[in-house]
Each structure stands twice: as structure tokens, then as C-alpha cells.
């Protein structure tokens, strides 16, 4: 089946929950918290029933087995048809003394003699080479500086801060006497899928998804998505080259050069789930062919160097088969860093799995858990 763009338009400011409860005591204000993006998870569960409403075949079991086994690539957040990518953690953007943007590489680094860390299995800690405060709201990269930056080369990227909040307070409802329950206030903070630097010079922005769909089928055009069933509007895009980030020629030529023992970066542009937490479980069972692993990693053997990963996240949900919560489990976030050296086979084959989920359940990668962006140290 060949595959298709999804772009998710914003009818009205979404709501994307964090795992905060939501609820005080009496006379106490709450609110509810929304995620900068939308989970993998989420995204392509709505994928699934836009393209389940489209077929109109009913959600039988069989139907919906069929709709879970549907790969969903996403998202990623895209403005003026570019498509964004959360900023490597491995970069760090300052000022300096002239008051202009600069960044520093983290690099992997052995410590001198007489000196040591306590990172795990004997990975190198990463050399900070200025003492410089981080400068804030680089949060994500165009794909043109993520380009340059897996590269190798020196890049200043443009300042994008992401989806703006939007925090309305609203009035707790006694639902028994159906009025408001005084001193009962709480806030929702929304995700406008708006961008810019002021609400006057905001620009529309939108989430996009790829996946394979037959010839002809298009999702459901009008769906809801996140808290509170906020509406969004579906399209499907007619070239998948000018709306995907497709891996670039310079990275291919580049990766076509490498041999054994190249050192090699995997970024994450979306949040990644792995057997120990922060570190992939398929590294031990790179390179030996086995046909589970992760796409571009059957034959290429890779030894885990150094890591910039940023703090766990949590990602948990209702399970509507079993009618009860999911368990919490903790997420690589989107933008970690992960060095590698090549110990056996053609690194190019790692670009199989360019924005390809690398996460190490069948399942994850299948909701869009763990896009992989490659590139050399």
C-alpha cells in the first residue's frame, strides 16, 4: 500500500493531559496541564478510528485488531509546510558576550587520568566546553538545521518555542443542583495550534502523520482529538516528499562513506519506549539478524558510547478492552541523543529506519513511539 501524509488541523484549541491528577479540596483551585505535543499513542488512535469511520465497517473485534496493527509514523509539528523537529539535547544554545546566539556540541569525551564518573556501563560523560547559561525557547529545529547539525557542521538555529498555552479558568458545576459551587474555581491550559512570537503575528501550524492507506481511501475528513473530543479537521496530503522530512542526500552520501568503526548519532523525534528506561534493549541484539528488531538494525552492530537524555516522561492512558487505567511506563523524551560506534556491518543500512520508530516493542513502534534521525559525531 503506498503511503500517505496525514496533516491534523486545529478547529479549536486542543488539550493534551499530562499526568497530574486533577482534583483539590474544597476551596482550593486546580488546573489541568497540557503536553507541548500530543503522545505518539494518542495520535495514532485517532488515526486509527478516522480511517475505522471512513471504511464503515463497524469497530467489530476483528476490525479494531486490524485498525491496532496499522503503523503510524508521527507526529511531528510542521509550519509553513516545514516540518519541525524537537532540538537535539546534545546542542546547547547561549549568548555570547556580544549578546548573540551561538551553540555549544556535546561530545563524548575520555576523562584524564586520575579523574572518573559513575555513569552506567562505562559510558563516556559528554565535554562541555563553555560556561555559558543555556539560553531558552530553542525548543524546536527546522529541518534544515537538524540537517546541518547531524552533519557535523556548525548551525544557529532559528528561536522556535513551540505551541503557545492558552489557560481559561472555569467555574466547578454542582451537579445536583446544576449551578456553580462556590469558591470552586480551576484552569485548563489549551495548545492553540497557532505559532509565533505574540498572538498577533501567530501563524497556523498543524500535525502531521505518515502511513501506508490503499489507493483511493481517505480517513473520516472531521474527527476529535484529545481532552474534552476538541474537533480537528484531517487531510490528506498528494505527495508525500514535499510534506515528510525525507532523509536528506547529503546525509546518505555521507553515511555511503562510513565503514567500520564510524561513530554515529541517533536522535529521537518522537518520544521512544525501551526495555530499561532510557537505553534501548535492542543495542545487545543489533547486528545479529534477527527480523524483530527495529528497521536498520538486523545487520549492523552498534556499542553505545555516550547518551544526552533528557528526564523521563511518563505515558500511561485507559485501556478500553480491559476497562481499566494502563500502566504507567517512562519514555526517552523526544530530542535525546544516543552515540554510537559501528562494530559491524554498512552504516548506511541504518538509514532504513530514517524517522522510522526505533522503540522496542513491536507494538510502540507500531503507535509512533521513537522516530530515529541518524547522523555522525
Sequence with gaps: MPERVLEIHALTPLLFRDGRPFSAADGTETAARSLSLPLPSTVAGFVRTQVGLAEGKGFT???????????VCGPLLARDDEVLLPAPRDAVVYRDADGNAQVMKLTPFSPPAGAGCDLPDGLLSLQVTQDVKPESG??????????CWLLGEKVIPQKIAGLPTETRVHVAMDPVKGKAQEGQLYSVAYRPLEMGENPQTYQPASLRVRLSLPNGQTPAPIGH????RRPVAVEVKSSLSDYWFDCPEAIKKRFAELGKGARVRLVLATPALFEHGWKPGWIEKSGNGELHLPRGLCNVKLKLVAAAVGRREPVSGWSLREN?????????????????EVMEGQPADLLESWLRPISDLEQDRKDGFGLALWGVW
Aim: hydrophobic share 40%.
Design 324 to 340: 481499566r487505567p494502563k500502566r504507567v511506563r517512562w519514555m526517552a523524551p523526544a530530542g535525546s541523543v544516543y552515540f554510537f
Design 138 to 147: 530553542y525548543n524546536f529545529w527546522k529541518a534544515q538545521s537538524m540537517t
Design 61 to 71: 473485534q476483528e476490525h479494531l485488531q486490524n485498525l491496532h496493527g496499522l503503523q
Design 225 to 228: 482529538l484529545g481532552g474534552e
